[in-house]
């Protein structure tokens, strides 16, 4: 709770006292953050049911997909005030596209909305917020309107995107590698310039903020892990765990999204054809949303199934021996390796997406590096149960005792500056932000009368 006014008290002779209420928080998203079933959405999600248990949150964000009412009332209920602005795609691109053109990221063009703009411009004329966070650096130009005051601005980076855009340069060839490369040194030019604006910056993990200080020393940036909801990805959501009737592998990820694609394509093609050979009964098991053809197409290599979208990914990681996530390239904390870890899945990963993760090969999952590597450590665990069971066990135990969404959420109120005292001290000054919002405002209209 915050002092944000004063009132009356009939007990007190009428004097004038502190009033009570809850911040109010500006919250804006780079999508829809419901369902969460992606990277992205679950991180933003949590973030959001976290923040409407202590604030009242007034969430904007952009719709690149159509919006089902579901969700519409989950957000309702969670929010003070929501706004859903539909992207249209090829609009979109033609934005994202013009950005590039005139030196600024492909990423600012693309999430850039004029709709969105003007009611983040309305409401904060409504408004007092205490703090504001966006979900990327791709929105931050949200918060520099001049309707804001230039103060409590937060940003979620969540990865340090401007590397994820080297290493596509890296792995691509021309004319994209160029386009990449680009990219990536615009992001981090955006990127770096944050801090001298921003309160404060998050990301997921500490790797992560290691790396934005290599380049910005200074950079007030703190690391809010990914958690998960160990409730609901638990071993025994459909009875009692079973370790020996188990077969095959499984990858659960977004399957329209480049990292991804590369790792299931590269695994599918190179190292399911070696586990085969030994073990020809088993089957892949490929899980996820808006498979891409090159991802459809691995469904006519023997012995692979591409799944595809499903409602409920757990009993596809229930029924498999093993989930593998393969990805060569990997930024932050994998949300599809934590949720294997929470159920007590035997996991075979590749070395980036643990960079965040204080797991131990061996004990909690495999690392694996190369292609012998890999099909060696799949191998290994489907031959041996009572292996996968150990391994199992020991994953849930360390994903319960670190990451649940709770706990990894602990230090975001204070890192928005929520706390009593600092929200008490900014209500002193409202009438004067105010007052200043007026004059701003009066002085664009001089501007566009001359």
């Known amino acids: 709770m915050t002092v944000r006014r004063t009132g009356r008290c009939p007990s007190c002779n009428n004097r004038l006292v502190p009033v009570l209420s809850k911040p109010t928080i500006l919250y804006l998203t780079h999508r829809v953050p419901h369902p969460p079933n992606r990277g992205d959405r679950i991180r933003t999600y949590n973030f959001l049911r976290y923040l409407a248990q202590r604030t009242n949150v007034w ?38 596209g013009l950005s590039f053109a005139l030196g600024r990221t492909i990423s600012e063009g693309a999430f850039d909305s004029p709709r969105l703009k003007d009611t983040v411009r309305q409401w904060a004329t409504e408004a007092d917020f205490d703090a504001t966070l966006c979900s990327s650096s791709a929105l931050t130009p949200y918060l520099r309107l001049t309707e804001f005051m230039p103060t409590g601005h937060h940003v979620d980076l969540i990865d340090i995107d401007s590397e994820k855009w080297f290493e596509y340069s890296q792995s691509s060839s021309a004319p994209k590698s160029w386009i990449y490369g680009r990219e990536a040194r615009r992001m981090r030019r955006l990127e770096s310039g944050l801090s001298e604006w921003v309160r404060g910056i998050t990301v997921v993990s500490e790797p992560e903020a290691r790396l934005y200080r290599s380049f910005r020393p200074d950079g007030r940036i703190q690391a809010i892990p990914n958690g998960v909801d160990v409730d609901y990805f638990s071993p025994d959501w459909n009875g009692k765990p079973d370790f020996r009737n188990t077969r095959g592998c499984v990858f659960v990820g977004a399957l329209d999204y480049k990292p ?10 190179e190292i399911w054809p070696a586990i085969l050979k030994q073990r020809p009964d088993e089957t892949l098991k490929i899980v996820g949303r ?24 757990r009993p596809f990681l229930s029924e498999a021996s093993v989930a593998v996530a393969p990805l ?10 934590l ?6 899945k035997a996991v075979v990963a590749s070395p980036d997406p643990l960079v965040g993760l204080n797991v131990e090969d061996g004990t909690h999952l495999f690392t694996a590096r190369d292609q012998d590597e890999w099909a060696a450590r799949v191998l290994e665990l489907l ?6 069971a ?9 994903v319960t005792a670190n990451h649940r969404w709770e706990q990894c959420l602990a230090s975001l109120n204070r890192f ?8 008490a001290e900014r209500d002193l000054s409202a009438g004067e932000r105010r007052k200043k919002r007026t004059q701003q405002s009066t002085s664009h209209e001089e501007r566009d009368d001359s």
């Open 59 to 96: 969430l904007g964000c952009l719709a690149d997909e159509p919006v089902s009412d579901e969700t519409r009332r989950v957000l309702g209920d969670l929010c003070e005030k929501v706004a859903i602005v539909p992207v249209e795609k090829r609009l979109r691109w033609v934005r994202a």
């Open 260 to 269: 991804n694609i590369d790792g299931i394509c590269w695994f599918a093609r």
């Open 290 to 313: 808006e498979p891409v053809s090159a991802v459809r197409e691995l469904n006519s290599l023997p012995g692979i199934e591409v799944v595809g979208t499903v409602p409920d990914v």
């Open 328 to 337: 060569r390239i990997a930024r932050g904390v994998q949300n599809k390796v």
């Open 339 to 344: 949720e294997a870890l929470a159920m007590a």
């Open 383 to 388: 031959d041996d149960p009572s292996m996968r």
């Open 390 to 398: 150990d391994m199992g066990l020991a994953a849930q135990a360390y």
């Open 416 to 423: 928005l500056g929520l706390d009593i005292k600092a929200s």
